[in-house]
C-alpha cells in the first residue's frame, strides 16, 4: 500500500494559472521517489499541496491509505511527512543537537535521553554529525544533514527534499545521496526534487516528470531521452 497516493490533483491559483493539471502519483514506504521537471512546470505548487500549504483545488490525496486535507502544514507534519527545502530554516545560532529538536515543543526528554537519542539519529543517518558544533559555523552541506536529523527526529515517515544539492559541493551531493540511500533502506520514503532527471535516475527508478502541471513520464527507466 503507497505511503502517499495523489490522484488527479489539480491547482488553480486565484489568478487563473493552472500550475497543476492532473497530477498522479504514489510514493510507498522506505522507497526514493524522484519529481524532475523544467522551471515553471509546477514542481513547487506539488509540494506545497502534499505539504498542507495549498489545498488542491481537485483531486484527492490519501496517506497511509486514508483521504486526507490537511488543515495548514503542521497538520501534514505531525502525521510524519516533513520538507526540507534548499534553504533551511535552521538556527544559526544554537547547536545542532538544540535545532534538530527545536521542532519537538517542549522538550521531552531529559539532556541525556536527548543524547542518547541524538547517537541514535546519527546511526541511522550513517554520517558523523557533532551534536554540539554551531550550525552557524557549518558548511551547507552538513546543514542539510542537520535537516534530516531534525526529520527523523520528528518522527518523519516521508521526506519530502526540495532541490536540497543545488547549491552543494559534488562530494556533498554524495554524501547527501548516501544518506537518503541508507534511510530509505531502514524504511524512510523520499520525495527527491531537481530540476535534472540525470540526477535522480542515480538515485531512483521511481521518477515523475512533471511539465505544464502534467505528468509527462512515470517510467523514464523506459525512456530516458525523453526532453523534459
Ligand atoms: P516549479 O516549482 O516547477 O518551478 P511552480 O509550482 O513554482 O513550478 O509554478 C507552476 C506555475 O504556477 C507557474 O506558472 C507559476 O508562475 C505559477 N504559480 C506558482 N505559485 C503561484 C501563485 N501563488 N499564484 C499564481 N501562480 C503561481
Ligand atoms: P501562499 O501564501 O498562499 O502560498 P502566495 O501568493 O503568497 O501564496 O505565494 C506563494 C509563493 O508563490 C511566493 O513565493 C510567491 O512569490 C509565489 N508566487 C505568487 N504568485 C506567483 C506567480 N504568479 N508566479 C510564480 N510565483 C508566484
Redesign the pocket.
Known amino acids: 500500500e503507497p505511503l502517499l497516493e495523489l490522484t488527479d490533483v489539480t491547482k488553480t491559483f486565484p489568478?487563473g494559472?493552472r500550475a497543476l493539471r492532473g497530477v498522479s502519483l504514489r510514493v510507498a514506504p522506505g522507497t526514493v521517489h524522484g519529481l524532475v521537471g523544467a522551471n515553471g512546470a509546477g514542481k513547487s505548487t506539488l509540494i506545497?499541496v502534499i505539504a498542507g500549504?495549498?489545498p488542491p483545488t481537485t483531486g484527492t490525496l490519501t496517506w497511509r491509505g486514508i483521504g486526507r486535507t490537511w488543515r495548514d502544514p503542521g497538520a501534514a507534519r505531525r502525521a510524519g511527512l516533513a520538507t526540507i527545502h534548499q534553504h533551511i530554516p535552521l538556527v544559526p545560532a544554537l547547536s545542532v543537537l538544540e535545532n534538530v529538536f527545536l521542532d519537538r515543543g517542549g522538550f521531552r526528554r531529559t539532556p541525556a535521553g536527548r543524547r542518547a537519542e541524538f547517537a541514535d539519529l546519527v546511526d541511522r543517518l550513517g554520517y558523523p554529525v557533532d551534536p554540539d558544533a554551531l550550525v552557524g559555523d557549518l558548511p551547507i552541506g552538513a546543514r542539510q544533514m542537520v535537516a534530516i536529523l531534525q526529520a527523523l527526529a520528528a518522527g518523519a515517515e516521508l521526506v519530502v527534499m526540495d532541490e536540497p544539492t543545488a547549491s552543494l559541493s559534488e562530494g556533498e551531493r554524495r554524501i547527501v545521496f548516501d544518506a537518503v540511500r541508507r534511510l530509505s533502506g531502514q524504511g524512510t520514503a523520499f520525495l527527491y526534487i531537481s530540476h535534472f532527471l540525470d540526477e535522480i535516475l542515480e538515485l531512483t527508478g521511481h521518477v515523475t516528470v512533471l511539465r505544464d502541471g502534467r505528468v509527462v513520464l512515470d517510467d523514464p527507466t523506459a525512456a530516458v531521452d525523453e526532453e523534459i
Open positions: 489568478n494559472t506545497k500549504v495549498h
